[in-house]
């Protein structure tokens, strides 16, 4: 049973003990500025020439009409020729020829002939007869 001077939390083995007390530490760190570092950072300028040779390519591009025929087996093959690179361009055509060409000629002629020929037919005549009858008078 807990006694009026004794501590919550704490036992009594009889009616004259002495309570138990604990301690307890802790550490903590504080900040503490004793010296500062400034940092300044600049630019200088000056001029200098710098000389170089600089290089570069450039291309010229030429069509050439050729309009050559060429035979079936031509193997158009890209070539070059000294610093020129040459590609070769085919085209096919189709080849329309127009020729005239006799296919017929149709012959019409006259021939002559003469055969015997009858037949029975109605032939129809008419007349006519003018007199003058004299009347008495």
């Excluded at 002495?18 to 400034?38: F, G, Q, W």
């Excluded at 710098?50 to 290089?55: D, G, M, Q």
């Excluded at 037949?119 to 003018?130: G, K």
């Amino acid at each position: 049973m807990a006694g009026k001077n004794q501590l919550p939390g704490t036992q009594c083995v009889s009616e004259h003990s002495l309570p138990v007390m604990e301690e307890h530490a802790s550490i903590s760190s504080e900040r503490i500025v004793d010296n500062r570092i400034r940092i300044v950072r600049s630019t200088a300028s000056a001029e200098q020439l710098l000389e170089t040779e600089l290089a570069r390519e450039e291309v010229s591009i030429e069509h050439i009409a050729r309009n050559q025929l060429v035979d079936n087996d031509y193997n158009a093959e890209v070539r070059y020729e000294g610093d020129d690179l040459i590609i070769p361009v085919i085209e096919e055509q189709v080849e329309i020829i127009r020729r005239k060409v006799l296919k017929e000629e149709i012959y019409i002629r006259k021939i002559q002939k003469s055969e015997p020929f009858q037949q029975t037919v109605t032939l129809r005549s008419q007349e006519v007869n003018i007199s003058r009858e004299k009347t008495k008078p």
